[in-house]
């Protein structure tokens, strides 16, 4: 099994020019910009085009929209 791990994207994740393929993508943590619901659906609108079987997504200390409204997020 390959993990590729990844954080501190701060909503740049579509600026980084390449994801090494494996099986599990972990973003650990501050994977949001301002922490909005818009910045979660465009995280999850990203992470839909991997070809990781398996992703987790882990909040971090910018990502207040998965606290403040996590039955949204």
Do not use: Y
Request: proline share 5%; charged share 25%.
């Amino acid at each position: 099994m390959k993990l590729v791990c990844i954080s501190d994207t701060h909503s740049l994740h579509r600026r980084i020019p390449e994801i090494p393929d494996g099986d599990v993508l972990n973003h650990a943590g501050d994977c949001l910009g301002q922490g909005t619901l818009e910045n979660i659906e465009d995280l999850n609108d990203w992470l839909g085009t991997l070809p990781h079987r398996h992703k987790i997504v882990i909040a971090g200390n910018h990502d207040w929209a998965f606290q403040e409204t996590p039955e949204q997020a």
